[in-house]
């Protein structure tokens, strides 16, 4: 219990943004020293060449005699090894001219083809996506250098190459020695020479032997009765000599300052260069990988990003963790970097870092950035949290969220709400496209890494929670941001949710965010009687013109319109302060979140209600390219005839140019699409559904033969509207037809509307 509480002291203090950053820091680390999850701990925080905090907490070594920890303590690096080492000397290679990113291992270690290994290249190393085992078994490694390295060729994939992101030693591994066959020298040599040398980091090497050195060193744990006090902790890289190029550095805090300095440099340290900014670029750029981002070695976005802390973007900066409890994380765009140092290993491996490295990072954030300027509406969230969580206050909650449920400092609805006081989270649910955001996919159940918490998925085997499900809880949280559609599932998300709330007697608190298509108008056929399904909850039209909080009342009102489909539910919304309904997003004063892989813009979100009822005929949306419902296309398609029928209805706020692409995923994968952009002119006159209307009668027009307009029926949900489309009846007539069923929503909507 006396861990328990002290980690939620830890949580308490780094939440309530009340004291200095520094003093935060300086009271985490050492409640965390206190509580015995680490021995000691050094963080470094520099912002330029200027070092703004620079502490060591704790005790070097607790056994077998206490010893204080000093700043020039240097610990064994672990997984950082991986970053600072191996794919650095890959870069300098790479800049050399002696590799490329994209060679085949085979080209450099003929040996490593068997098993269908001979087509992974460095770059599926470097991003471990080479569909090569996380760690091999220990008794491989029995032998000597040489044998231990035949037992990796010997390997076979365990999943197909690229198509799954498996954090790896193995791939660095086989990247160190790779780095010593081109090089034609050892790892720890060729990184000496080529990185640390000429960068000043005097202390930064593959295993400590100096006797003089060794003193400071932090040590880990126990081997064979002798503790680990230089020798690297990893068994296979100690089993590898002490070399490996996954794990075996060690080195301090102000080397691996040097270190970031060079990286933000982009290669250079002062007057020493030792790669050209070219390279660096390539090196530390985003790289989509499947479940998130990387770069050529470090992190930046996927379920061990932990250490990234709440505020640092998720895809300009980047940084890694070590198994022993080190981390660095490097933020070009503030010109700062954050370094932590621990080993919390010692002295029985027990130990536990990963949440204190993420709030110390979330603090050093705070004193390398200005101050945020306060957006001019306030979500639901926000206002919770200035009501001190009063409507939360002694309950047990679950929360149904995604990457979208975060404040104006990038923190998220899951971290805020499981530190307020007096709050209980005992589950989070997901929806499409799961927690993250990231999967086009049926969603599985997990668990939250970051919380250690489950995590229930509602686009998957089930839509909506169990009554087991929720057994224990008082209430669901829902915070997402919608999309203003009625086809994007996460309203009909919420619908569910409130049904099996209802059922089980539990309430639901909807944390309100913007309609970021405007809150002012509506269009669309309203969803034909009987025909509801996952993607039409509601008998709503297309564009509905409501918030997440009034879709609930709505729905809580009369799920169709005009009679209760489930017993009353007890629902409160949070409403937000400062939006009004003819707001266009970008006016909010808040950061555009892609709500899902595909709606990346708020272009795309404008267009989606129109542009996404094409989603299930043959025509691609633009899914697997650049400009997901900016842009329509398919093999057959003539862009130019469809755009002369676009231009004679004269679709407002809009214009069409011809352009090629060939999507990589979805339909028409890989094949080369002729099709048209779609451009904003002038935001405020464009109607997604004019727009969408258009597109379905010119296609029909031109391609009447080959599109499938019968396949609109899944999404426009309303027979009559797409029995004109089929008759080619005028554009005006087929919007007009829609204002019977706008005028019986409208006097339904009025009910339920919270702002002005």
Known sequence: ??????????????????????????????????????PGVVVRVQR????????????????PVVEPLTVETIFDLASLTKPIATSTAIAVLVDRGKIRW???????????????????????????????????????????????LAHLCKLKLISPLGAKFRYSDVNYIVLGEVVSRVSGKPLDQFCQEAVFAPLGMKETLFGVSDPALVARVAPTEMREGKWMRGQVHDPRAFRLGGVAGHAGLFSTANDLGLFARMVLAEGALGKTRILSAKTVREWTMAREIPGGFRTYGFDMDTAYSFNRGELFSKRLSFGHTGFT????????????????????????????????????????????????????????????????????????????????????????????????????????????????????????????????????????????????????????????????????????????????????????IVLDRPNPIGGDRIGGPLTDPGAESFVAFHRIPTRHGLTMGELAKLYALNRHGKEKSFPEVNLE?????????????????????????????????????????????????????????????????????????????????????????????????????????IIVEDWSKVDPMELGIGLALSLGKVHGDIWQVGKMEKLLVNKAALAMIREQKPLDAILASFAPGLLEFEAVRKGVLLYP
Not at 21 to 33: E, N, S
Not at 357 to 362: A, D, N, P, Q
């Open 325 to 508: 409890g080190t981390a660095i994380w490097i933020d070009p765009v503030h010109d700062a970097a954050v370094i932590f140092l621990s080993h919390r290993v010692h002295p029985n491996g027990k130990g536990d870092v990963q949440r204190l490295r993420g709030l110390i990072t979330t603090e050093a954030a705070k004193m390398v950035m200005p101050t945020p300027v306060e957006p001019k509406v306030k979500t639901g969230l926000m206002v919770l949290r200035e009501l001190n969580f009063a409507h939360l206050k002694g309950k047990k909650i679950g929360i149904l969220t995604n990457h979208t449920g975060v404040d104006n400092r990038g923190r998220s609805t899951i971290d805020i709400l499981q530190r307020a006081p007096g709050v209980t989270v005992k589950v989070l649910f997901s929806p499409e496209h799961g927690i993250r955001g990231e999967l086009d996919q049926a969603v599985g159940d997990s668990v939250d890494l970051a919380t250690d918490l489950p995590v229930i998925s509602l686009y998957g085997a089930r839509r909506k929670p169990t009554r087991e499900q929720l057994k224990g809880l008082d209430a669901v949280v829902f915070d997402i941001q919608d999309a203003g559609c009625r086809f994007y599932t996460y309203s009909s998300s919420l619908g569910l949710l409130m049904e099996a709330c209802s059922e089980a007697g539990v309430a639901v």
């Open 48 to 63: 330029g060449e200027k070092v703004l905090l620079e502490k060591a907490w704790g005790n070097r070594a607790v056994a």
């Open 573 to 677: 919304v949070i409403a937000m302060k400062g939006w009004t309904r003819a707001m266009t997003f970008e006016q909010t004063g808040l950061e555009w979140i892609a709500p899902s892989p595909n709606l990346r813009s708020l272009p795309a979100a404008l267009f989606y209600p129109g542009v996404g009822m094409l989603e299930f005929t043959n025509i691609s949306v633009g899914r697997g390219t650049d400009r997901p419902f900016e842009w329509i296309g398919a093999p057959w398609m003539e862009p130019f005839a469809v755009i002369e029928s676009l231009k004679s209805m004269k679709i407002k706020g809009v214009r069409f140019m011809a352009h090629s692409r060939t999507p990589m995923a979805s339909l028409f994968a890989k094949k080369p699409c002729q099709g048209l952009d």
């Open 102 to 148: 994209t060679d085949k291992v085979v080209k450099h270690w003929p040996d490593f083809a068997p098993f269908g290994k001979d087509q992974i290249t460095l770059e599926h190393l470097l991003l471990h996506t080479s569909g090569l085992i996380a760690d091999n078994p220990m008794k491989e490694y029995e032998g000597d250098r040489a044998e231990s």
């Open 1 to 38: 219990m006396g861990n328990i509480f002290v980690w939620s002291s830890l949580l308490l203090f780094a939440f309530f943004w009340r004291e200095d950053p520094g003093q935060t820091i300086d009271r985490l680390v050492g409640d965390a020293v206190a509580a015995k999850k680490v």
